[in-house]
Structure formats: structure tokens, C-alpha cells
């Protein structure tokens, strides 16, 4: 199996304890529904290879697993920051218009105002608010992520359907005042004035 017939479900963050078990970082939609999982692929030296859970508890976005054949801290130090993957035939399928977010990096995101805007860079998935990245003009400009603000992908030709609130991507573009905290040769002159 590549990993092009693999979605990316996380990353190995550190041990824990002393009889082997690992914290997975799961950076997916809703990770509650990989608490009874019983394997994965392990990214080891460019190679997926399958492991057995014996045990998983999944609390937000992150698990303490024990896995089969890794008793010891050292055995498993050794894949400690290794990518995690599941094959993509394990993900349910979603209504039209519905995305994973591994789905629209790389997509086109288009606004139903202003029109064709950047691509996805990636998706952040942070508490409380998960967050589309987006390359626009050589910056990144951070989407929320829920269904009033992006209610649908195209998958097919691969554009993401956005509504952006007003304003919300010039307040990307403006640039940091230069006059913030220094005075101006005027403002100079009239502190001169005020003190004759």
C-alpha cells in the first residue's frame, strides 16, 4: 500500500510511560471516531508499515496507544515523530459538496463575491475553531472553517465554495502602520510651539 491510497490521521508526538506506549497526535475532523481502531500504518524510513492496536484512548484530539510488538520505551522512542496514515477506504463517504480536509489542499478557493482567491495550504485543526490555510497575494489568510463560511468542494475540479465575511482578507493585505510609536517631524514642531 503508498501512500496515495493512504489519508495522513496524525503523527506520533512522544512516549508514554515505560512500557512502550505512544501519544498520537490525530489531526482529523472528529478523532473520537479512531478510539476503537485496531491498526495503522506507521511511516518508518519512507515505508508504511501496519501495526496492531491493543489498546487506544482518545481524548480530544490526542490517543495513548499500545501497539503490538512495542514493549519497551525504547522500541518505541524509535517512532517517536513518525506520520501515522489509515488507507482511505476506511473514511465513510460524505454527502455532495461535503470534504475531509485532507481532501482541498491544493484547491482552488473561491468566494461567492470576489471571485477566484488563492489555494489551500492546509487546514489547521485547533480548538475551538478549525482553520483553512490560504495562499493569497503572498500571504496566508486564515478561513474558519464551518458551514456557513465554507459550505461546500468541489471535488471534481477541485475548488473550495467559500462565503469570506466583508473585510476578512484585507485584514490580511494591510500592512502595519509606520507611524505607530514615532511622531512625525509636524507632531515635533507643534510639542515646540506648545511649550513657548
Known amino acids: 500500500m503508498t501512500k496515495d491510497d493512504c489519508f495522513q490521521l496524525g503523527k506520533i508526538t512522544k512516549t508514554h510511560g515505560v512500557r512502550g506506549e505512544l501519544v498520537f497526535f ?14 495503522v500504518l506507521i ?42 496514515f489509515l488507507p482511505l477506504d476506511n473514511l465513510d463517504e460524505l454527502d455532495e459538496g461535503q470534504f475531509y480536509f485532507h481532501e482541498i489542499v491544493g484547491f482552488l478557493v473561491r468566494d461567492e463575491k470576489l471571485g477566484d482567491l488563492g489555494t489551500v495550504r492546509t487546514v489547521y485543526n485547533v480548538a475551538p475553531q478549525n482553520l483553512i490555510s490560504m495562499d493569497y497575494q503572498g500571504k496566508e489568510v486564515l478561513i474558519p472553517v464551518n458551514d456557513e463560511l465554507t459550505p461546500s468542494a468541489d471535488k471534481v475540479h477541485k475548488i473550495l465554495h467559500v462565503r469570506l465575511p466583508d473585510g476578512l482578507v484585507d485584514i490580511y493585505l494591510e500592512e502595519p502602520s509606520a507611524k505607530i510609536g514615532k511622531k512625525t517631524n509636524e507632531d515635533d514642531e507643534e510639542e515646540l510651539l506648545d511649550e513657548d
Open 26 to 39: 490525530l489531526d482529523v475532523d472528529m478523532p473520537e471516531l479512531y478510539a476503537e481502531m485496531d491498526s
Open 43 to 84: 511511516e518508518v524510513k519512507g515505508d508504511l508499515v501496519p501495526y496492531f492496536i491493543e489498546s487506544i484512548s482518545v481524548n480530544r484530539n490526542r490517543g495513548i496507544v499500545a501497539l503490538e510488538g512495542v514493549e519497551t520505551i525504547e522500541e518505541a522512542q524509535k517512532l517517536v515523530n513518525c506520520d501515522l
